[in-house]
C-alpha cells in the first residue's frame, strides 16, 4: 500500500511540475508563415516586437518585460506574437509577397523590409524597440518606439 501511495504522489508532483513549467514558458513567438496561417484559421489582434542585437533597450524588454507571468498569459491569450530581429537576411514570404534586406547590400546590416514597411513613421529615422498593436484584420492600433514596462505594456494590450 506504501508503495502504491508513493506512486501516486510520484504521479501527482511530476503532473504539477509539468503543468507549472507550461504554464511559464513564455511567449509563444511565431514566425511570419505560421502568423499568416493562424490569420487565416482563427483572426485575432497580433502584437509584433521589432528588434536588434546592438539594442539595449529591446534586450531589456525581453529580460524584464516579457518574462513577467501577466504580460505572458495576456499576449498567449489574446494575441499572436511575432518578434523579429530587424537586421535578418532571410527571405520572407507573407501575404503572397516575398520581403528581403535591400539594405544589407549596401550597409553592413541594414533593416530589412517589412520593419521599414510596418514601423517607418513621416519625417523621423526608424528607431527601436518598435512595437506594433494590430487588429485580427492585420491594420494598426498603435505603434510604441520607446522602452515599456509590465504595467505600461498590459495597458497597451
Not at 3 to 25: D, G, H, R, Y
Not at 43 to 53: G, I, M, N, S, W
Not at 120 to 131: D, E, G, M, T, V
Amino acid at each position: 500500500m506504501k508503495k502504491l501511495k508513493l506512486f501516486f504522489l510520484f504521479i501527482s508532483l511530476t503532473w504539477i511540475s509539468v503543468a507549472l513549467a507550461q504554464k511559464n514558458e513564455g511567449i509563444h513567438w511565431k514566425n511570419w508563415e505560421e502568423l499568416e496561417t493562424a490569420l487565416a484559421e482563427k483572426p485575432k489582434p497580433v502584437f509584433l516586437f521589432f528588434e536588434a542585437d546592438w539594442c539595449a533597450y529591446c534586450k531589456k524588454i525581453e529580460r524584464v518585460v516579457f518574462t513577467k507571468p501577466a504580460v505572458i498569459n495576456k499576449i498567449n491569450k489574446n494575441y499572436y506574437a511575432l518578434k523579429m530581429d530587424v537586421e535578418t537576411k532571410d527571405s520572407i514570404q507573407f501575404d503572397g509577397l516575398t520581403f528581403i534586406n535591400k539594405q544589407a547590400k549596401t550597409q553592413r546590416k541594414g533593416v530589412h523590409q517589412l520593419p521599414l514597411l510596418l514601423v517607418s513613421r513621416k519625417n523621423q529615422p526608424f528607431s527601436l524597440p518598435a512595437s506594433l498593436f494590430l487588429d485580427k484584420n492585420f491594420r494598426v492600433k498603435k505603434r510604441v518606439f520607446e522602452y515599456y514596462t509590465s504595467k505600461e505594456l498590459l495597458k497597451l494590450l
